[in-house]
């Protein structure tokens, strides 16, 4: 396992300092640190506290994983879910490859990755069958992090690929003929249920369900189960929905709480016990081509990454994750905001 993280110097020390996170726009940067005994101080503790595991490095697994990281809703954290977790895997000490499926190419972008019009990208693979070791570039500043990316080029192949042949399975082959070793495949999906989701719903075993904490958070939420039911039942029988993880959780709101809660009672196996902090280093990151994770590797966004990508890895293999270190427990509260549609 690797311990030489890019992120050695902040995470050796263990107290986050004067970095001042505010978690909504109307906090400003300069609010003294939360005390313990908010939401938000004490997620920040235990984030310190994580702090100090995060460079233990973690059991890889047996074989690839490969993540498909999809919600049809838009903006909900798929793209910061995939590359910050990635970015905390590399850093736990796996080899991960991100895949940018969505034409936007934000997930490049956060990776600091080179993604113009010429760039050999995700579209050369699917439509012209380049083989994905060409496209593929090193992330900078993360050891064992990769990115395939996508390009503009990518939004007309929804279109291109109806016309291929086996258009659904055409991701599936490029990542069974990469050679490379790695530990994780993460897939970055765009906001739609298209030929470019099912591509990988049919290369993945396993859907990350990224679920912002809001009022509407599960609506639409039914259609991308059946979705997922009817390629497991037509392409690929190894398919199923293995993790949720709750994003932009706001301890402030009591909204926040019962989304939360209506989600872990609906799906209790699924959601990770470790929620992500709504935090502005979290959605400052992408700018700089950077994750929080080098961005800002003690805020309490990096810090909660990197505690998701542990249970994410100890979850894999079947070890139980110590509760203790979770953001936000299950709380009993039966006020039901709404329920799948
Ligand atoms: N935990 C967070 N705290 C604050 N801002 C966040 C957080 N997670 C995501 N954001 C911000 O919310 C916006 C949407 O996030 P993101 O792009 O990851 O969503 P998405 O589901 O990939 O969107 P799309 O459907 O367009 O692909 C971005 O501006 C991002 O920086
Ligand atoms: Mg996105």
Do not use: W
């Not at 990518?154 to 790695?182: D, F, H, K, T």
């Not at 990988?200 to 059946?226: H, K, N, S, W």
């Amino acid at each position: 396992m690797r311990s030489d993280a890019n992120i050695a110097g902040p995470m050796t020390d263990p107290v986050p300092g004067p970095r001042t996170e505010s978690f909504g726009e109307d906090v400003s940067r300069e609010t003294p640190p939360p005390m313990d005994d908010t939401p938000i101080g004490r997620a920040a503790q235990l984030a310190v506290e994580a702090l100090g595991r995060a460079g233990e490095g973690l059991p890889r697994p047996e074989q690839t994983r490969v993540i498909v990281v999809a919600n049809q809703k838009g903006g909900v954290g798929k793209t910061t879910t995939t590359v910050n977790l990635a970015a905390s895997l590399a850093l736990h000490g796996g080899r991960v490859l991100v895949v940018d499926l969505d034409p936007q190419g934000n997930a490049s972008t956060a990776l600091g990755i080179d993604h113009h019009a010429e760039v050999p990208s995700i579209y050369d693979v699917l439509v012209d069958s380049r083989p994905l070791a060409e496209v593929v570039q090193p992330v900078p500043d993360v050891e064992g992090l990769f990115c395939a990316p996508a390009t503009i080029d990518l939004a007309g192949a929804e279109i291109e690929l109806v016309s291929l042949v086996a258009r659904e399975s055409r991701l599936q082959r490029a990542i069974q003929a990469y050679e490379q070793p790695l530990d994780y495949i993460l897939i970055d999906c765009p906001p739609s249920l298209g030929l470019l989701t099912v591509n990988a719903m049919v290369a993945g075993a396993e859907v990350l369900i990224p679920i912002q904490c809001e009022y509407y958070a599960l609506e639409g939420l039914g259609q991308l189960l059946r979705n997922v039911d009817l390629v497991r039942g037509h392409l690929n029988p190894a398919l199923h929905v293995s993790t949720i993880l709750l994003t932009m959780y706001d301890g402030r709101t009591r909204l926040a709480s019962q989304v939360a809660e209506e989600v872990r009672t609906h799906f209790v196996e699924e959601v990770l016990r470790t929620s992500i902090p709504r935090s502005v280093r979290i959605s400052e990151a992408p700018s700089y081509g950077q994750t929080v994770l080098t961005y800002d590797p003690g805020s309490s966004g990096a810090l909660s990454y990197l505690e998701a990508a542990r249970e994410l890895a100890l979850r894999g293999v079947g070890v139980s994750y110590d509760a203790t270190h979770a953001h936000i427990g299950a709380q009993n509260n039966p006020n039901m905001v709404e329920g799948i549609q």
